[in-house]
């Protein structure tokens, strides 16, 4: 039986470090050798997220044509080499599968030329999800208690603060924060977000750039859950 390998890595770092490119190339390599599998080709994904949709992906889709081609197998290190979405990972595995051809995974010793398998496949691409969500929360938990503990997350300053000598921590901006308090006023009595903005034509925004609805949305929806 043929194989197609598919090989990845989201960072620079992971491609020298840990299961790099030259790692799961290696372990394809020898899991065919070992299998009696014909190793075709093997794609090489690199500084690609798994959270990357699929349709942006276009090596993996070039596999992904070849190895339904031939009625192959995909071999993969990992599922998460593969994707780490699950609308994603479920469409491959059905893509593979009306093709008739299979898909294994190294590292959770999956074959899914047997009913276990694919099974087991599933099973590991809902824990998979799972994971992924569970990461997105503890980011957003952990970025809302730095704004209301008034840390600096990124390299912009938001509208209404100034950074403190430390570098670290925001302090309030008097006549921004004067601003933003007549944005609540205007948009409480019902001003649209556009008629606020050439209210405040003649304040200067934080990058010198004209106000525009967006901008009003965004900072007025930020204090918003900084008060919630």
């Not at 989201?10 to 899991?31: H, M, N, V, W």
């Not at 992904?64 to 995909?74: F, H």
């Not at 934080?206 to 949305?217: C, D, F, H, L």
Request: with cysteine.
């Amino acid at each position: 039986m043929e194989a197609i390998g598919v090989i990845r890595v989201s960072t620079s770092q992971q491609a020298t470090e840990g299961a790099s490119l030259d790692a799961q190339a290696r372990k394809i390599t020898a899991y065919c050798d070992l299998n009696g599998l014909t190793l075709v080709r093997i794609y090489e994904e690199a500084g690609i997220s798994g959270l990357t949709k699929l349709a942006q992906r276009c090596v993996l889709n070039e596999a992904l044509d070849e190895a339904c081609r031939r009625k192959c197998a995909l071999v993969v290190f990992s599922l998460s080499r593969l994707s780490r979405s699950l609308t994603d990972s479920i469409g491959i595995l059905e893509r593979i599968q009306k093709a008739g051809a299979e898909l294994i995974s190294l590292s959770e010793k999956i074959d899914t030329t047997c009913a276990s398998g694919k099974l087991v496949t599933n099973m590991l691409m809902l824990l998979q999800n799972f994971e992924v969500e569970q990461l997105k929360e503890r980011v957003t938990v952990t970025m809302s208690c730095l704004r209301k503990s008034q840390k600096r997350i990124s390299r912009h300053i938001p509208y209404g603060y100034s950074l403190s000598e430390n570098g670290e921590d925001l302090v309030e901006n008097p006549s921004e924060r004067a601003a933003i308090e007549r944005m609540k006023t205007l948009r409480t009595s019902g001003q649209s977000l556009w008629a606020i903005a050439g209210a405040l034509e003649s304040i200067p925004t934080k990058t010198g750039a004209k106000w525009s609805a967006t901008v009003i949305r965004g900072i007025l929806n930020r204090e918003a859950k900084l008060a919630a």
